[in-house]
């Protein structure tokens, strides 16, 4: 239980685009640090197949979106939660594909591709320890470049849990669980790390949330997390919230929120907020 309880927003989220990037089937929105140019992932309301998209802005208005020129036009394999960097020059997302890999495996990696002056790099999966042979997702990053990411649970305490991993000489080193008050026997996952690693959001089942699963914030005082707060209504709600990204310029929270359908779909869209972080120390 979260013992600091439930903290309430000032203002009513607002739905992203709708019609252009929200249209029912849609989660894991990023944009870049001068929000010209957004990525998001198609869902279709299911998991079976999973592609990023891209919109850029011109003269006020959004592109028609298309399959990222990284991903998968035909669903060969699948791509989720693009995250820009602080500095905009990178985004991470995770993928199924089997480039580098030495087994078809199934589980999702870490990937990333730079930003270049006539568009997107080569992917390429992240160096050293940080991928395994079970999925990691929802990666963020810090300005010295470590890496944030949930996968299961090493010890099998909870359902899924958040690590991380710091870059040195250029590779990633053995992820780290992130531990307590954040992890739980709950599930938590989706980490939006602060630039300078100074808080945390993220979402977890824990049962004293408003829904399916919530949205929290902790902050990192003296090299400890502090007691995770709930963002509060109506920012989460009795649907299920996650996938956050605060764009630090616009000084907005992105999220997605779902709600599970009669006939087995998934509606879920991209959500907006003014977004005051100190409201929550």
């Known amino acids: 239980m979260f013992a600091t309880g439930i903290t309430f927003a000032q203002q009513t989220p607002e739905l992203f685009q ?12 990023t944009l870049s640090p001068d929000s010209r140019v957004a990525l998001w992932v198609l869902s279709n309301g299911k998991r079976d197949t999973l592609k990023i998209m891209e919109s850029r802005k011109t003269k006020g208005k959004w592109s028609a979106p298309q399959v990222a020129s990284f991903s ?8 989720i939660d693009p995250v820009f960097s602080p500095d905009g020059k990178k985004v991470l997302f995770q993928s199924t594909r089997n480039t580098h890999r030495t087994a078809d495996r ?10 270049t002056s006539t568009g997107w790099s080569e992917p390429y ?3 050293g320890e940080i991928n395994s042979e079970v999925s990691e997702s929802y990666a963020s990053i810090t300005k010295d470049g470590t890496v944030y990411f949930m996968k299961e649970n090493d010890n099998n305490t909870g359902r899924s849990d958040i690590y991380f991993s710091e870059l040195k000489a250029g590779k990633y080193q053995k ?30 089942s824990d049962t004293t949330g408003l829904g399916d699963v919530d949205l929290f914030i902790s902050f990192k005082n003296n090299n400890k997390w502090t007691a995770p707060k709930n963002l509060g209504a109506p920012i989460n709600s009795e649907r299920a919230e996650f996938c956050p990204f605060v764009h630090t310029k616009e000084k907005r929270l992105y999220f997605a929120r779902q709600r599970k359908t009669e006939s087995g779909r998934m509606e879920e869209n991209i959500y907006s907020v003014n977004f005051d972080v100190s409201r929550y120390r």
Do not use: C, H, M
């Open 18 to 29: 709708p019609g252009i990037i929200s249209n029912g089937g849609v989660f894991g929105f």
């Open 72 to 79: 998968t036009a035909t669903g060969a394999w699948k791509d």
């Open 106 to 115: 199934k589980d999702f990696d870490i990937w990333a591709v730079e930003v």
């Open 125 to 127: 999966p992240l160096a």
């Open 175 to 204: 992820p780290q669980n992130i531990g307590t008050p954040i992890n739980t026997t709950e599930r938590e996952s989706n980490p939006f790390i602060a630039a300078d690693g100074s808080y945390i959001i993220y979402f977890s």
